[in-house]
């Protein structure tokens, strides 16, 4: 089992700035990749962004450039970079792990909301 435990969330101004941490905890060594999701009030959860173990990187088209994942394999922490944010990046945004292994087994954090005004 993970644990994961985001944080950085908060309420911001278009064209501001936040940072999404998210520590795991656990079964720390079974971890591949770690990522980030969101869901907007009455839409589907979307992937945001991914980091493998390797750190290649993946994210959506609506924040490339805007964007940035990272994460600490010292600290199991993943980072989510986020720059010149717009009201539609108002949502609750998941941490999840992904496990080596097929299938691989996918936990997720709690959410944390990230609300931008305009």
């Known amino acids: 089992q993970v644990q994961l435990v985001e944080s950085g969330g908060g309420s911001v101004q278009a064209g501001g700035s936040l940072r999404l941490s998210c520590a795991a905890s656990?079964?720390?060594?079974?971890?591949?990749?770690m990522g980030w999701s969101r869901q907007a009030p009455g839409k589907q959860r979307e992937s945001v962004a991914r980091?493998?173990?390797?750190?290649?990187?993946n994210y959506a088209d609506s924040v490339k450039g805007r964007f940035t994942i990272s994460r600490d394999n010292a600290k199991n922490t993943v980072y989510l970079q986020m720059n010149s944010l717009k009201p539609e990046d108002t949502a609750v945004y998941f941490c999840?792990?992904?496990?080596?292994?097929?299938?691989?087994?996918?936990?997720w954090g709690q959410g944390t909301q990230v609300t931008v005004s305009s």
């Open positions: 656990g079964s720390v060594s079974s971890i591949n990749a």
């Open positions: 999840n792990t992904d496990s080596w292994g097929l299938p691989p087994v996918t936990y």
């Open positions: 980091i493998t173990s390797g750190g290649v990187t």
